[in-house]
C-alpha cells in the first residue's frame, strides 16, 4: 500500500476529463456558489452569441462573444477538472484498499457460505488457514497468525487472539495459520474504509466547519462584485459610456475569487487523500482540520519514543571481581533466556552458546516466587534478577550483599536504567545496567513538534525517576509517570478544561475512554474493536509516531485554503488595471493612464484577463493537491513568509501573465 | 498665514490629539472597570438619581442579546420623540424666530439622522428648526455618541479575561457614557468657543448695521454647546445650515483646531481604551498603526492636492500659492481645509470647514474613500466597532495561511460569525451602490437635483449616499437634497447602516464570547504584530478599493484625469 500513485496517471487524467463534463450539471455545481456564478455568466454569454446569431448588431463581433463564453466554459471544466483529478486519485487510493475485500467468501458457522456484502453486523463466521477474513471484526474464539500485509504492507505476521487487546482483525487480511471465529463489527458499508472513500467522492462529502466558513467569505466576495457589476451598468449609462455584457461579465468573473472557489474542493478531497496516503483512516474531515490545532499530544513511551524494549549497555563489577568473571556469568545464566533483555545481554557480551562448554546445565526459569533466572552449571548456580530478590537471595544464604553494590544499583536506576543483578553461588558479583534506547531521530521530530507549538507527553508505566530521565533524553515537555489508563483521562480532561485540543493514540479496550475523550484520538489497526470505535482515526501501520504526519497534514490543509485566498484576491488588483480601463476608454479617453500595462485594445485586454483567470487553475492543480509546505517556523514568520509569497506573488504574477497573454493574442489580430 | 505654519499648525494638532488621547483611554477603561473608582464620588449621586427616575433595570447583568433589545428599543423611542417635535416644532415654544413645522419626509430624515449620529441636514439651522427643536437635536447628538462608546464598551466586555456570557448592563453604561466623557469634554471644549465668540443664548435673532449702512438680522442661539457636542460627539450636524465654515460655529483658528481636536481625540482614546481594558496594550497600538497609516494615506495628498491649487483655474491665468481656494475660508486656509476634510471624513464627525463639493477631484475621491472604509478611527465607539468586522475578516484569512483553525483573542471565528462579518461588510457596498444605482437611473430623482453636469454630477449623488451609509452627515453639497426621495432613502440607507454594523459585531463578539477560551501556544497567530496588521490593512483596502474602485473611476478618477493639466 505504501506504492505512490504516480502524480497524474493517464487513466485517471481520462476519466477526470470526462467527470469534467458531467460536473457542469448545474445541479451539482451549485454546491460550489462561487463556480455556479460563473456557469450562469457562461449561460449568459451562450444568449448574447445566439441574439448575435440571429442579428443584435450591439455586443459587438461574434468571434469575439463566442471566444469569452468559450473561456468561461474552459474556467469551469478546468476547476471541475481539479476535483475530479483529486476525486480520482483519492478513489483510486482508496479503491485498491477496497479491491482485497470485495466479494470476498464467509464460511458462517452453520455451513452456509455467503457474500461478504452479505454480512450483517453480528454475523459470525469461521477463517481457518489460507482463508481472506471477509469483514472488520472482532475474534471471539481462537488464535491464529495473520498476514496483514494487504492492509499494512508490513510482511511479517502477527498473533490475533480472542480476548484482551489483539482480537480485531481486519476485512482483506490473510489467515496463515490455526482458526479464529470472528464476529462483524460493522455491517457492509459501514466500516471505516467505507467511510473514507465517501470522504474523498466529491458528492457524498460533507463540507469541514473551516470549508464552511471559508465559503461563506468566498460567497461574500462574489455578492459584494455582483452588486458592484449590476450598479456599474446604470453608472456607465448616466455617462454616457456603453458596457458590452461581454465586457461587465468578464469584469465580474475575473473579480469573483474563481481561482480559490475552483480549487476548494480539490484541496478538501486532496487532504483526505492524502492521509489515506499515510495509511490514516479517518471518520471524518473534520478529525484531519482538528488535528492541525491539536496542542498537545499524548504519546506511550514503548514502541513510540523508546524502540520497545530495554537493552543491555554496560555490565558493573564490584571492585574484588574481575569484570570479564560477571560478563562470563551475566552471559551463561542468559543462553537460554529468550526475553529481548537476556537476548541483549547476549548481544552485549558476545559469548554465544558456543564460547562455553554447556553439559550438565540446567536451566532455572523466571518464575514469580524467586523473581529471578538462571542456570546451574557443573557446580555453579549463576542467577540474575531485580535487586531485591538477589539480595534476598544473597542475605538468605547467610552472604553480606557488598555496600558497593547498593550504590551502583542506585547510579544505573539515577541514570533511568534498570539494574540485574548477577550472582554466583549466592554472591554478587555485580549487575547490568539495562537501557530504554531512545529510538534514533525521535528528538527532533519531538523538536519540530515544540516548534509548531504542540506540546508532548510521554505516558509509561516507569517510576517518575526513570521517566524523568527518559523524557529529558527524548525530549518531551512531560510525562506521566506510572500510568494508569485513568491517568490518561484525567490529563486530557485537565488539559480540555484549560481549553487545549489533545491528540492521543491508542489500542487497548482500557485506552478508549481516553480515546474518545480525546480531540483527535488515532486507534491503532491491531487494537481492539473498542478502541477504533472510540477514536476517529485509525492507523493501518501501528505507528505511533503517526500522528506527527497527521497534524502536519491537518495543517497543509488549512494552509492550502488560506494562501490560494489570499493568492486569488491580491490577483483582483491587475484585473481592474486590465479591464477597467478597457471598460470605458474608448467613451472616456482621458482615462487611458489607467491602462498601466499598456494592453493592446479594449478587447484584447478583456480577453486575456479572462484566459489568465481561466488558466490559473490548471496551473494551480499540483499546489492544491501537494498541499502548501508547512514549516514549523512560528505563526508570526509563517504569515510573513506566505504574504511575501502568496500575496505580493499574486499581486505581481497576474501583472506579468495577462501582459504576455495580450502580446500573444496581438498576433492573432 | 503662510503655507508652513499651516502645516506645522496640523502636526502640532494631530500630535497633541494623540498626547491626550492614551491618558483619556485609560480614563475611560477605568470608568468601565469593575469595583469602585475614585470618580464615583464625584458623578455616582447624579447617576444613580437619573436611574432611579427613569425605571429601568439597572443592576442586572444582560446578555449581548439583552443589552442589544434595549439599545434598539431606547433609539426607537427618542426617534418617535424626535420625528415628533420637528413636525410640529412650529406650535411649540422655544421659536423665537417663527420657524414653521417640518414636513414629515424632512423630519423623518432629520430624526433618523441625529439619532443615528449622522447628522444629515436637508434643512438650514437658521430658518428650519426652532430652539426647541435644535435642543432636542443637542440632546440626540448626546445620547447617539453615547450609544456607539456604550456598543464598543459592550465589545470590551466580551473580549475581558476569559469571556462568559455576561456583557454587564447597558444602562449604566450608556449613562456613564455621557456623564462621564461626552459632558466633561464638551463643557471644556464649549468654555473655549464662548470664549473666541461663539454665541451662547436663547433669545431670536439679533440685528446689527452692516459696513454698507444696511440694517440686517444676524441668526444666533445655544451655539457653543450645540458645536462642542457636534464634535466630541462625532456627531457633525452644525447649528448654521454653512456648518464650521460659519465665522459663529467656528470663530478663529483657535476654534478650528480646538474643533478639530474634539472630534478626534474619542475615537482614538477608544482605541487605546481597548487596550487598557483588555490588558492588551499592544493590541491597541497594532490598531492605533493601522489606522494612522490609513489616515496619513488620505490626509497627506489631501492636504498636499489642496495646497498645490486647481489646474484649471491656474490656466485662466489665476495665482494658486495659497492653494485651491474654491469653497474655502480665508481664515482657516487651503491645507487645514484639506486636512479637516479627511479628519470630518475618516471619523463620522461629517461638519466641514469647507465645500467639499469645491476640492480637487481626488481630494474628494479621498473623502469618499474615507466614508466608504469607515474604521481609520471612525465615529465614537463605532469606528471601533466597523474595524473589528475587518479584523475578523483578517483573522480568518491568515489563521488559515498559518494552518489553524482562526482565533481572535483565544476564541475560534467559525462559519457563524463569518456570516454576520461578511453580511456588515456587504451592507456597505450595497446601500452605497445600490442606491446611488436607483438615483441615477432616474433623472427625475437623480441628476435633476445635481448642481454640476457629468462626473461631477455623479460624485455629488454618489457621495451623498457614501455619507449617509457611514453615518456621516457631510454634504458634498450642490445636491439640492431636501427631496421625497432624497429624504426617504437616505433615511432608510440610515437606519440600516447605523444600527447593522452595532448590532453585528455585538453579536460576533457576544457568540465569541461564549466560546471556549483558548490559551496561547506558539502555534498561535499574534494579532498584535506588523505582519497581521498588514494584514489587516490589506483587508481594509481590498474591501474599499475593489467594491468601489470601478464606481469612483466614472466619478472622481475620470474628472482627476480630464481637468489634469
Known amino acids: ?669 | 498665514m503662510d503655507m508652513n505654519s499651516e502645516v506645522w499648525g496640523i502636526f502640532a494638532m494631530f500630535f497633541i490629539t494623540i498626547l491626550i488621547a492614551i491618558p483619556l483611554g485609560k480614563y475611560i477603561s477605568n470608568i468601565f472597570s469593575e469595583g469602585p473608582n475614585y470618580l464615583d464620588k464625584l458623578f455616582a449621586p447624579l447617576e444613580g438619581l437619573i436611574l432611579r427616575i427613569s425605571g429601568v433595570n439597572y443592576q442586572k447583568e444582560m446578555t449581548w442579546k439583552e443589552n442589544l433589545v434595549a439599545l434598539l428599543t431606547i433609539n426607537l423611542v427618542w426617534f418617535i420623540i424626535g420625528m415628533l417635535i420637528l413636525m410640529f416644532q412650529g406650535y411649540l415654544p422655544l421659536n423665537p424666530d417663527g420657524n414653521p413645522n417640518m414636513t414629515p419626509d424632512l423630519a423623518f430624515n432629520t430624526a433618523i439622522s441625529f439619532v443615528v449620529n449622522c447628522n444629515l441636514q436637508h434643512y438650514s439651522g437658521e430658518s428650519g428648526v426652532s430652539y426647541l427643536s435644535q435642543t432636542g437635536l443637542m440632546f440626540l447628538q448626546f445620547v447617539s455618541s453615547g450609544i456607539g462608546i456604550t456598543a464598543a464598551i459592550l465589545l470590551f466586555k466580551a473580549f475581558k479575561g476569559k469571556g462568559g456570557q455576561k456583557l454587564g448592563n447597558f444602562y449604566t453604561i450608556f449613562l456613564k457614557s455621557c456623564t462621564r466623557i461626552l459632558m466633561p469634554i464638551s463643557l471644556l471644549v464649549a468654555i473655549i468657543l464662548l470664549c473666541e465668540g461663539t454665541p451662547m443664548t436663547y433669545s431670536g435673532k439679533d440685528k446689527m448695521i452692516n459696513l454698507e449702512g444696511d440694517s440686517i438680522e444676524v441668526s444666533r442661539g445655544p451655539v457653543a454647546a450645540f458645536v462642542a457636542i457636534k464634535h466630541v460627539g462625532t456627531n457633525g450636524g452644525g447649528f448654521f445650515g454653512a456648518n464650521s465654515t460659519h465665522p459663529l460655529e467656528n470663530p478663529s483658528y483657535l476654534t478650528n483646531m480646538v474643533e478639530m481636536v474634539a472630534q478626534f481625540i474619542i475615537p482614538v482614546a477608544m482605541v487605546f481604551a481597548f487596550g487598557f481594558f483588555i490588558k492588551k496594550k499592544k493590541l491597541s497600538w497594532m490598531i492605533f498603526s493601522v489606522m494612522t497609516i490609513g489616515f496619513l494615506c488620505l490626509a497627506i495628498p489631501n492636504t498636499i492636492m489642496e495646497s498645490q491649487g486647481s489646474p484649471t483655474i491656474e490656466r485662466l491665468g489665476l495665482n494658486q500659492s495659497g492653494g485651491a481656494m474654491e469653497g474655502k475660508e480665508v481664515r482657516i486656509g487651503a491645507a487645514a481645509s484639506g486636512f479637516w476634510s479627511i479628519v470630518t471624513t475618516v471619523i463620522s464627525t461629517g461638519s466641514i470647514n469647507s465645500m467639499h463639493d469645491s476640492s480637487m477631484p481626488l481630494s474628494g475621491m479621498n473623502q469618499m474613500l474615507a466614508m466608504m472604509i469607515n474604521g481609520f478611527y471612525g465615529g465614537n465607539g463605532v469606528g471601533l466597532l466597523n474595524f473589528f468586522v475587518y479584523i475578523i475578516l483578517a483573522v480568518f484569512i491568515s489563521g488559515l495561511m498559518v494552518g489553524r483553525t482562526p482565533e481572535f483573542l483565544g476564541k475560534k471565528v467559525e462559519g457563524r460569525e463569518m456570516k454576520i462579518a461578511m453580511l456588515v461588510a456587504l451592507l456597505h457596498p450595497f446601500l452605497i451602490l445600490i442606491g446611488t444605482a436607483i438615483t441615477v437611473s432616474f433623472p427625475s430623482i437623480g441628476s435633476d437635483t445635481t448642481n454640476d453636469p457629468g462626473f461631477h454630477g455623479f460624485s455629488e449623488m454618489l457621495y451623498e449616499f457614501t455619507s449617509a451609509s457611514a453615518n456621516n452627515g457631510s454634504g458634498f453639497e450642490g445636491l439640492g437634497d431636501n427631496t421625497l426621495w432624497w429624504n426617504i432613502s437616505t433615511g432608510i440607507v440610515l437606519l440600516f447602516s447605523r444600527f447593522i454594523p452595532i448590532i453585528g459585531p455585538i453579536a460576533i463578539a457576544g457568540l465569541l464570547s461564549e466560546k471556549r477560551f483558548i490559551p496561547e501556544g506558539s502555534g498561535t497567530l499574534k494579532t498584535d504584530t506588523v505582519s497581521f496588521g498588514f494584514m489587516v490593512f490589506a483587508v481594509i483596502i481590498i474591501i474599499a478599493a475593489l467594491a468601489f474602485f470601478p464606481t469612483l473611476t466614472l466619478g472622481p478618477v475620470a474628472e482627476y484625469f480630464s481637468i489634469k493639466k
Open chain 1, 1 to 669: 500500500m505504501k506504492s505512490e500513485n504516480p502524480f497524474f496517471d493517464n487513466e485517471l487524467l481520462k476519466a477526470s476529463f470526462k467527470e469534467s463534463f458531467i460536473k457542469l450539471n448545474p445541479r451539482i455545481l451549485i454546491r460550489n456558489p462561487i463556480m455556479f456564478t460563473v456557469e450562469v455568466c457562461a449561460g449568459i454569454m451562450a444568449v448574447v452569441c445566439l441574439a448575435i446569431l440571429i442579428g443584435d448588431q450591439s455586443q459587438g463581433s461574434f468571434t469575439y462573444n463566442f471566444i469569452v463564453f468559450l473561456v468561461l466554459l474552459l474556467t469551469l471544466l478546468f476547476a471541475n477538472f481539479a476535483e475530479s483529478i483529486a476525486e480520482a486519485r483519492g478513489k483510486a487510493q482508496a479503491d485498491s484498499l477496497r479491491k482485497t475485500r470485495e466479494e470476498t467468501p464467509a464460511k458462517l458457522k452453520d455451513g452456509r457460505t455467503i457474500s461478504s456484502s452479505e454480512l450483517n453486523k453480528g454475523d459470525e463466521f469461521i477463517c481457518v488457514s489460507g482463508d481472506i477474513i471477509a469483514s472488520d471484526g472482532e475474534i471471539i474464539e481462537g488464535l491464529a497468525t495473520i498476514d496483514e500485509s494487504a492492509i499494512t504492507g508490513e510482511s511479517a505476521p502477527v498473533i490475533r487472539e480472542a480476548g484482551g487487546d489483539r482480537s480485531s482483525v481486519t476485512g482483506g487480511t490473510k489467515v496463515l495459520s490455526d482458526r479464529i471465529i470472528v464476529k462483524v463489527t460493522a455491517a457492509s458499508g459501514e466500516s471505516f474504509l467505507d467511510k473514507m472513500i465517501s470522504l474523498v467522492e466529491g458528492a457524498k462529502r460533507q463540507k469541514t466547519p473551516n470549508e464552511i466558513a471559508l465559503t461563506i467569505l468566498l460567497s461574500g466576495f462574489t455578492l459584494v462584485f455582483i452588486i458592484v457589476c449590476v450598479t456599474l451598468k446604470p453608472f456607465a449609462d448616466y455617462s454616457n459610456v456603453s458596457i458590452s455584457i461581454a465586457a461587465l461579465i468578464s469584469l465580474f468573473v475575473c473579480l469573483i475569487p474563481t481561482t480559490i472557489g475552483g480549487l476548494l474542493s480539490a484541496i478538501g478531497i486532496a487532504g483526505m487523500d492524502r492521509a489515506l496516503r499515510a495509511n490514516v483512516l479517518t471518520k471524518s474531515g473534520r478529525a484531519v482540520e482538528t488535528a492541525g490545532d491539536i496542542d498537545v499530544l499524548l504519546l506511550d513511551k514503548t514502541g513510540t519514543i523508546t524502540i520497545g524494549n530495554r537493552k543491555a549497555t554496560k555490565f558493573h563489577s564490584i571492585s574484588n571481581v574481575d569484570s570479564i568473571e560477571l560478563i562470563k556469568a551475566a552471559s551463561l545464566c542468559s543462553l537460554y533466556d529468550e526475553t529481548p533483555e537476556g537476548k541483549s545481554i547476549i548481544e552485549l557480551s558476545g559469548l554465544g552458546k558456543s564460547s562455553f562448554a554447556l553439559e550438565q546445565s540446567k536451566v532455572i526459569k523466571f518464575i514469580a516466587e524467586t523473581r529471578c533466572s538462571g542456570i546451574d552449571i557443573s557446580s555453579q548456580r549463576i542467577r540474575k534478577g531485580a535487586t531485591d530478590s538477589i539480595k534476598s537471595l544473597v542475605e538468605s544464604a547467610g552472604n553480606i550483599f557488598p555496600e558497593e553494590l547498593k550504590s551502583i544499583v542506585e547510579e544505573i536506576s539515577g541514570n533511568g536504567g534498570t539494574p540485574l543483578v548477577v550472582s554466583v553461588n549466592e554472591k554478587a558479583l555485580g549487575a547490568v545496567e539495562l537501557q530504554d534506547i531512545v529510538k534514533p531521530g525521535i528528538k527532533e521530530r519531538f523538536e519540530r513538534l515544540r516548534k509548531m507549538g504542540i506540546k508532548t507527553v510521554m505516558v509509561t508505566g516507569d517510576n517518575p525517576l526513570t521517566a524523568k530521565y527518559i523524557a529529558n533524553k527524548a525530549g518531551v515537555d512531560d510525562f506521566i509517570a506510572e500510568a494508569k489508563p485513568e491517568d490518561k483521562m484525567n490529563y486530557i480532561r485537565k488539559e480540555q478544561e484549560e481549553g487545549k485540543l489533545v491528540a492521543m493514540m491508542g489500542d487497548g479496550t482500557n485506552d478508549a475512554p481516553a480515546l474518545a475523550q480525546a480531540d483527535v484520538g488515532v486507534a491503532m489497526n491491531s487494537g481492539t474493536q473498542a478502541a477504533k470505535e472510540a477514536g476517529n482515526m485509525v492507523d493501518l501501520d501501528n505507528d505511533p509516531t503517526k500522528l506527527i504526519e497527521v497534524v502536519e497534514i491537518g495543517k497543509q490543509l488549512l494552509m492550502t485554503r488560506g494562501t490560494l485566498t489570499t493568492f486569488s484576491i491580491a490577483n483582483d488588483v491587475a484585473k481592474y488595471f486590465a479591464i477597467i480601463p478597457a471598460l470605458f476608454v474608448a467613451f472616456i479617453p482621458a482615462l487611458s493612464p489607467l491602462n498601466v500595462m499598456k494592453l493592446h485594445s479594449p478587447e484584447s485586454a478583456i480577453l486575456s484577463a479572462i484566459i489568465f483567470n481561466a488558466i490559473l487553475i490548471p496551473f494551480l492543480i499540483p499546489l492544491a493537491l501537494k498541499g502548501v509546505t508547512y514549516k514549523p517556523i512560528g505563526a508570526t514568520a509563517l504569515l510573513r513568509r506566505n504574504i511575501m509569497i502568496y500575496g505580493f506573488g499574486g499581486l505581481i504574477i497576474p501583472f506579468i501573465g495577462i501582459k504576455i497573454i495580450d502580446l500573444i493574442i496581438t498576433l492573432f489580430i
